[in-house]
């Protein structure tokens, strides 16, 4: 009996000891466990915070160079950008609108012309858009008095038609050519200021002309950037206005001579 109780001790004691020891080694485990996934999770937040930067890099650094430029002179060729590209984005939508098929025009209004006469020809020109078919309907309305009536016609509006595609179009013109003058204006400003820095301070240190310098070459930065930004769509704008000017004389042309076959074929 003594026996069996000192087996049950010894036992329990045992046990005793192998749970204490399991729990020190989890208890001496934990630390560097728990360093490992704090160490981890900081590699992987330090990773997310670099391809953050990364994606976000070019933003933050515009934005940050734009407000050391200053909100004066900034800010007006910011506006300069943005009414520059508004007037070009609705001339391209206009200009895109105005374009139509030249050829598939003439051949309908032919076609009219020769199976329903003069108002059938007008009729195909009321149901299409654009300045060409704005011409042929000038030219077909003045078709009953004379061939040179119907041809001064088509000269007249042609001359209304191309205004309306250059309407506007100066404007772009003009801050393309003010963008980089208000730049340059910055960059004289901020030299002046420099020079104030430095006769106030009777010393010619670096640290008192640099940031008068900064503003000044981010002024002139930013000024170009706008005026080549705004030359390219003002090139494709003129790209466009020349393209349809070209088709209109062409269709002007076809007219007259749509025109003066229609005229002999009555007579015959």
């Known amino acids: 009996m003594k026996r069996l109780f000192s087996i049950l001790v010894i036992a329990a004691i045992m046990v005793l000891g192998a749970v204490n020891l399991n729990a020190a080694n989890s208890v001496n485990t934990l630390p560097g466990a728990t360093v490992t ?27 940050r160079r734009f407000i050391e430029g200053g909100p004066g002179f900034m800010g007006i060729v910011l506006l300069c950008l943005i009414l520059g590209l508004a007037i070009a984005i609705e001339r391209i939508i206009f200009l895109n609108l105005s374009t139509t ?6 051949q309908d209004v032919e076609d009219a012309l020769n199976s329903g006469g003069v108002e059938a020809a007008k009729e195909v020109c009321r149901n299409t858009r654009g300045p060409v078919a704005s011409i042929y309907y000038q030219g077909l309305d003045r078709a009953d008095e004379s061939i040179e009536a119907a041809e001064k ?35 004289v400003i901020g030299m002046i200021q420099a020079f104030d820095r430095i006769e106030a301070a009777g010393d010619m240190q670096p640290s008192l002309v640099a940031g008068g310098i900064k503003v000044a070459l981010l002024t002139t ?29 062409d269709a002007s042309i076809l007219l007259i001579d749509m025109l003066v076959d229609y005229k002999n074929k009555k007579r015959i």
Not at 101 to 106: I, Q, R, S
């Open 101 to 106: 098929n030249t050829k598939k025009l003439a």
């Open 37 to 63: 996934f704090v160490q981890q999770d900081e590699e992987a937040a330090a990773a997310d915070e670099v391809g953050e930067e990364e994606s976000a890099g070019f933003h933050q650094e515009l934005k």
């Open 221 to 249: 930065v930013f000024g170009l950037i706008v005026a080549i930004i705004l030359q390219i769509f003002y090139n494709y704008i003129i790209a466009k206005i020349d393209s349809i000017v070209n088709d209109m004389e």
């Open 153 to 187: 016609a088509v000269v007249a509006y042609g001359g209304v038609q191309m205004g309306q595609l250059e309407k506007n179009v100066s404007w772009v013109s003009l801050f393309i050519a003010l963008a980089p003058m208000l730049g340059f204006m910055g960059t």
